[in-house]
């Protein structure tokens, strides 16, 4: 059979099989969102960018997709899961730290009294993660991360932390993904600490986070390379930091970019600057039945001026009580 | 006509397509590098890696293959390529800064006394990089390494600087990522530098690119958001480093990497250390004909201990000049 008759055959396949790809396509991506305005502005923009011909058509290697973690992807109360990661780890550890009971900074911390914790402010908020954070190999790291994972709890919803992600977000995650883009998590939480489980929840390989670094040495131990962790912060991946990591990680400006709070506002500006077809859009923690409603009072993912420079510039605003109609995916 | 029948055509389709994929399959890969057991090494390698059902096989998302800038990617002689760059542009701003003429540092540099310059050592360095790599924003950076690129020529060979990359090298990326690896350049150049060009030249998107970097500022600039390179280094990705920076960025141990000097000693040691089939490559500079031949006593990519190892571990060495039928793409 000549080459020619191959074509033929596989143009006459392809032909024969589009009404199934239209089929496909025609099934609602993003189940878990409602109908309205946010969806379809979602929608409208993928489609813009990913039609061949459009004015608005973006190649693939151009389509960077970024994410913040903490009150983007999951959720962020009553408390940072990073936090309270180092939290049961100081108190996982204090058993073989009598000192610890000395340290004005743990002390409190140990005794369950953290609003005298919180007195320490950021000093006291170092020395935690001082020594949850460093003195391992990042290879230990990554073990301890993945046991508090599998052993610690929500106080809210009694799931592991991991399943505490939204589910309109992880849809999303795998929707931008079938239509050609990369999808990067940009984060103030720690590189470590996230890459240690988001490629099973998020489908993000760890070569596509970027978050905050603690600072780090090589060392040969008995002949075999380790890294080990150092007290000691390197680059903190949050406001001005986010476009910064951005430009050093990826190198590319973002087409599309999500986050919900002031934290995230520069990487929203930062994706806004670029030239074409761009998306900002903002979860708006607006549901206190379900999860929890803070916005510019807030002191964990507070978001004031993010969210009037998102009304002004026509940003999409997830109304996450009006939008979603589910939020975790262990919900019936 | 029903689904069924579209798969059928389809299968059909590709029953016949399968000679074709013979075919291609057996094209002879890696035309440039000359049969023998370096070449058979790679190939070996990466046949048992990708074989399903094979003791060595790595899932295509483990396949990280980190590759060398200068020395193993394109040439380094007679000096960093970088380094040149940054010559070249102090001479271009020369007439704008007359104070340049009193300046210890750049004085020996602008009347083109190299010894003069290099008796000021890292200092002199620091000083000059500051004034060329510093001061202006990301995207003028881009701009000026793009121009400098379009019309700077290598000094021996006459053709630009992105022109003087190894062919063998360039087929041996393209190979890697034909069998699902996901190739990365770690090096010791400036991340920044780097990515004005590589992608073109070695296919490397942006986001695989890990190098030193210098700090950078967000700024709004009438409203439009900028990054501003400042003086002052962040991180050098070379020797310790490399191990750092490949755990920052990438956070998966590489099981592929190829270097050419001691900067890259601390890399394939940690590239060894992994589990399962590991693959470790040193670009030994042979041909004083057709390139250079230097390594112990060289300054520029100094090949020491790094080489003691590879010997000692079974490593794989490139002899250049033996193994490498076309050095430059631009041969006839």
Not at 251 to 258: C, D, K, L, N, S
Not at 275 to 283: E, H, I, Q, S
Not at 317 to 329: A, E, S, T
Request: with cysteine; hydrophobic share 45%; charged share 25%.
């Amino acid at each position: 059979m000549k080459p020619v008759n191959v074509y033929v055959l596989c143009v006459l396949a392809l032909t024969l099989a589009w009404p199934l790809d239209i089929a496909r396509a025609m099934e609602e991506p993003l189940p878990s969102w409602n109908n309205g305005p946010v969806k379809k502005s979602i929608i409208s923009f993928v489609e813009r960018v990913t039609t061949e011909g459009s004015a608005d058509f973006v190649w693939p290697s151009e389509r960077i997709a970024v994410f913040d973690n903490d009150g983007t992807l999951w959720a962020e109360q009553p408390v940072y899961f990073q936090l309270q990661f180092a939290f049961d780890r100081v108190k996982a550890l204090a058993p073989k730290h009598p000192e610890w009971n000395k340290n004005p900074a743990l002390k409190p911390l140990l005794a369950g009294n953290m609003k005298g914790f919180l007195a320490g402010g950021e000093k006291a908020l170092g020395e935690v993660m001082a020594v949850t954070h460093a003195g391992m190999t990042t290879a230990e790291f990554k073990q301890i991360v993945t046991e508090w994972m599998m052993t610690a709890k929500h106080p809210r919803f009694q799931k592991a932390y991991n399943e505490v992600v939204y589910q309109p977000m992880i849809e999303l995650l795998h929707y931008m993904r079938a239509n050609g883009f990369k999808t990067f998590i940009v984060s103030g939480g720690g590189v470590e600490f996230m890459r240690a489980w988001v490629e099973k929840v998020y489908g993000v390989p760890p070569e596509q986070v970027v978050g905050s670094m603690g600072k780090q040495k090589f060392e040969l131990r008995n002949g075999k390379p380790v890294l080990v962790k150092l007290p000691g912060v390197d680059f903190i991946n949050d406001k001005d930091g986010k476009p910064i990591g951005i430009q050093r990680f990826i190198g590319r400006v973002p087409i599309f970019a999500f986050g919900n709070s002031d934290g995230d506002h520069q990487m929203l500006q930062w994706t806004a600057a670029g030239p074409g077809a761009r998306f900002m859009g903002l979860v708006h923690h607006t549901d206190a039945e379900r999860e929890w409603a803070y916005d510019r009072k807030s002191h964990i993912g507070k978001l004031d001026k993010a969210l009037d420079e998102a009304v002004e510039r026509r940003w999409t605003i997830v109304d996450m009580k009006q939008d979603w109609n589910r939020l975790f995916p262990f919900e019936p």
